[in-house]
């Protein structure tokens, strides 16, 4: 069992007062009160889907670590 590795996106819901997680890769997203349960959150969904995809013999994306970049833009 090999290992990838994902991007996960987390933003402060200033409303619901929640941390919001998204993982593109997946199309799957989670939530939690803090940085650290939206993240085991995110994870446990994450773990969810791969095991329903290889269930179903679909394929299981590979990392997405060099599809993401970064800008710096002066403010």
Known sequence: MGTARYTVVLE?????????????????GSYGVSRD???????E???????????YNLPVP?????KIDHLDIAV
């Open 37 to 43: 349960e939206a993240m085991a959150k995110i994870r």
């Open 45 to 55: 969904a994450a773990e969810l889907m791969i095991e329903g995809l290889k269930t």
């Open 12 to 28: 402060w819901d200033d409303e619901e007062k929640l941390y919001i997680a998204t993982l593109p890769a997946l199309s799957i």
């Open 62 to 66: 590979e990392s997405d670590e060099d």
